[in-house]
Nanobody
Framework: QVQLVESGGGLVQAGGSLRLSCAAS????????MGWFRQAPGKEREFVAR????????YYADSVKGRFTVSRDNAKNTMYLQMNSLKPEDAAVYYC?????????????????WGQGTQVTVSS
C-alpha cells in the first residue's frame, strides 16, 4: 500500500490559482499511476486528471483541460495539480489516488489508495 496526503487547498477568488500537492509514502511511488479526483456536495466523485508512472503521459477531464496541469516528481514522491483560471464550479474536495501498475483509469473504483482530501473553495 501507499499512503497519500494532499495539501494546498484553500479559498481563492474566481480567476485565481492554487497548487495542490499529494505526498506519498510506503511503497515505491513510481510503481503507481496517479490521479486527481474531486467531489462537490451532493455530487459523485469525478475524474480530474491522471498521470502515468513516469510522468510522460497526462490526461484531463474536458472541464479542466487547458486550465489544470498535473505533474509528478518521483524523486520527491509527490504529485501536483496546478489549477489556474479557477471557476466557482471547480469548488470541491480534491483527492489524490494511486493505482498500482501501468494502466490508468478515469474510474475512481479502479484506484486502491486514496488521500483524505483537501478543500478548494472558489468565490465568485
Amino acid at each position: 500500500q501507499v499512503q497519500l496526503v494532499e495539501s494546498g487547498g484553500g479559498l481563492v477568488q474566481a480567476g485565481g490559482s492554487l497548487r495542490l500537492s499529494c505526498a506519498a509514502s510506503g511503497r515505491t511511488f513510481s510503481d503507481y499511476t496517479m490521479g486527481w479526483f474531486r467531489q462537490a456536495p451532493g455530487k459523485e466523485r469525478e475524474f480530474v486528471a491522471r498521470i502515468s508512472r513516469s510522468g510522460g503521459s497526462t490526461y484531463y477531464a474536458d472541464s479542466v483541460k487547458g486550465r489544470f496541469t498535473v505533474s509528478r516528481d518521483n524523486a520527491k514522491n509527490t504529485m501536483y495539480l496546478q489549477m489556474n483560471s479557477l471557476k466557482p464550479e471547480d469548488a470541491a474536495v480534491y483527492y489524490c489516488a494511486a493505482r498500482y501498475g501501468f494502466t490508468g483509469s478515469r474510474d475512481p473504483n479502479e484506484y486502491d489508495n486514496w488521500g483524505q482530501g483537501t478543500q478548494v473553495t472558489v468565490s465568485s
